[in-house]
């Protein structure tokens, strides 16, 4: 157990439905990322939140949305999913944003849309 | 601009040999960490080493090691004694101050018995 938590593991949904993807970080961790990993685009970066509030972002599609919680855990929004958008999501959280730090990653969600 | 090269897409390797994975990486930041993970079929990634780059000595981590070499903007993994447990994606990936990680497209890596 790596310390993040992600929640689906599994997750099967038609086109044009949304769904939400759950992070809990690492305890201590203020740090949350968000990557897609589909098979012919490798792991691309979608947002980042620190302590609540949004640090940077990336390839993120207007379709979708997050948000970073009080108590830090984090949610990933998809709307009007499409069949592209079938994925493996990772969450990461980070202790701190200085390169002698590593992310801890979550076990992922696999999102298939049909 | 930050990016991360990986130009291995796969490799074989025997049981036991040794292998080299490449990766290149172009920063203009003299602060940088760099970073091999392993992502199994199961799907989690799996943190395996960090060289910073103020490191002067190659960072080593039971059978990984990494093969830094900071003028060419180099940072190999090595894995001795293959085993098939090793048989993976393997991501290299970059961090510099306030950002977040690049990574490489990977190299999928096989241990043939």
């Known amino acids: 157990d790596s310390g993040v938590t992600q929640t689906p593991k599994h997750l099967i949904t038609a086109t044009g439905q949304r769904v939400t993807l759950r992070c809990s970080p690492r305890?201590?961790?203020?740090?949350v990322y968000w990557y897609q990993q589909s098979l012919d685009q490798g792991l691309q970066f979608l947002i980042q939140?620190?302590?609540?509030?949004?640090?940077a972002k990336g390839n993120i599609l207007e379709r979708f949305s997050a948000q970073q919680f009080p108590d830090l855990h984090s949610e990933l929004n998809l709307s009007s999913l499409e069949l592209g958008d079938s994925a493996l999501y990772f969450c990461a959280s980070s202790v701190a944003d200085t390169p002698n730090y590593g992310y801890t990653f979550g076990s992922g969600t696999r999102l298939t849309v049909v | 601009a930050q990016k991360i090269t990986q130009t291995q897409p796969g490799m074989f390797v025997q049981e036991k040999e040794a292998v080299t994975l490449d990766c290149t990486y172009d920063?203009?930041?003299?602060?940088?960490?760099l970073f091999w993970y392993k992502q199994p079929s199961s799907g989690e990634m799996i943190f395996l080493i960090y060289?910073?780059?103020?490191?002067?000595q190659n960072a080593t981590e039971g059978r990984y090691s990494l093969n830094f070499q900071k003028a060419r903007k180099s940072a190999n993994l090595v894995i001795s004694a293959s085993q098939l447990g090793d048989s993976a994606m393997y991501f290299c990936a970059m961090r510099v101050t306030g950002n977040q990680f690049y990574f490489g497209t990977g190299t999928s890596l096989t241990v043939i018995p």
């Open positions: 305890s201590g961790d203020l740090s």
């Open positions: 939140y620190y302590n609540g509030e949004e640090r």
């Open positions: 060289q910073g780059s103020y490191d002067e």
């Open positions: 920063t203009s930041d003299q602060s940088y960490g």
